[in-house]
Nanobody, 115 residues
Framework: VQLQAFGGGLVQAGGSLRLSCKASGFNFSLNTMAWYRQTPGKLRELVASIASSGSTDYGSLVKGRFTISRDNARRMVYLQMNSLKPEDTGVYFC??????????WGQGTLVTVSS
């Protein structure tokens, strides 16, 4: 299993970024995918998840601002982040919650939101 996240960068508060995650090594279309983040001084937290059915779930801090989506043909999962705030700054991880009895993490991509 490989999860390659990219698309992070520096953006001003109020701006937008789109993160992407390229997945390989498992039946992508059959599995729930998720984005987590680790912000300074906090534990890693769920940002959003998307099931194989397409149903989505969001953390309370990002609901209404972020949108998770997937493209099964391209084996990609995306996180569109709008109305970014300085407190959204952190490392964002692509996550496969459950495959053959374990979970998998991508390498993370850094998002920095300046005020």
């Amino acid at each position: 299993v490989q999860l390659q996240a990219f698309g992070g960068g520096l953006v001003q508060a109020g701006g937008s970024l789109r993160l992407s995650c390229k997945a390989s090594g498992f039946n992508f279309s059959l599995n729930t995918m998720a984005w987590y983040r680790q912000t300074p001084g906090k534990l890693r937290e769920l940002v959003a998840s998307i099931a194989s059915s397409g149903s989505t779930d969001y953390g309370s801090l990002v609901k209404g601002r972020f949108t998770i989506s997937r493209d099964n043909a391209r084996r990609m999962v995306y996180l569109q982040m709008n109305s970014l705030k300085p407190e959204d700054t952190g490392v964002y991880f692509c996550h496969l919650p459950a495959f053959r009895g374990r979970s998998y993490w991508g390498q993370g991509t850094l998002v920095t939101v300046s005020s």
